[in-house]
């Protein structure tokens, strides 16, 4: 499955994006998400916003008919960071799978089986309306 990851840091009104060359960050606003990703989703599959606040972009990128998986609160690097290595570890283990529903249910699920307390940050979305992982299958 094609999949787009965001690792890096985000408000409630959009995504932080850091220019290497200046050292800027400039936002990207939540009302440009659907734009970017209009028409998209005949080849992205996934959109993984690993960040702080990002299930409200999760919501406006999932109305493209793109699962969005995403963070609910405020969330510590090191878990972030823990949170994507335990859901690409279940995610390989399900690369043969066809359905993209089986890979992002055994990613959120090893996540989960880690991480019981931080579950509750999990968001997962398509089509606009928020979806529990366990439910996916």
């Not at 690792?7 to 932080?16: A, N, P």
């Not at 990207?28 to 702080?52: G, P």
């Not at 043969?96 to 968001?123: K, R, T, W």
């Amino acid at each position: 499955p094609n999949v787009l990851h965001y690792s890096g840091h985000s408000t409630k009104d959009g995504l932080c994006l850091r220019n290497e060359n200046t050292g800027k960050t400039q936002m990207l606003k939540n009302d440009q998400l659907r734009n970017i990703f209009h028409n998209r989703s005949e080849y992205l599959r996934l959109v993984f916003l690993n960040s702080c606040y990002s299930a409200k972009q999760s919501r406006i990128i999932s109305k493209e008919g793109i699962y969005v998986l995403g963070l609910k609160d405020e969330i510590e690097n090191v878990t972030a960071r823990d949170f994507a290595e335990r859901f690409y570890f279940g995610f390989n283990a399900q690369a043969g799978a066809i359905q993209i529903e089986d890979v992002i249910y055994q990613g959120c699920h090893n996540f989960y089986m880690s991480f019981p307390d931080c579950s509750h940050l999990i968001s997962l979305w398509k089509d606009g309306k928020e979806i529990n992982f366990f439910n996916i299958k």
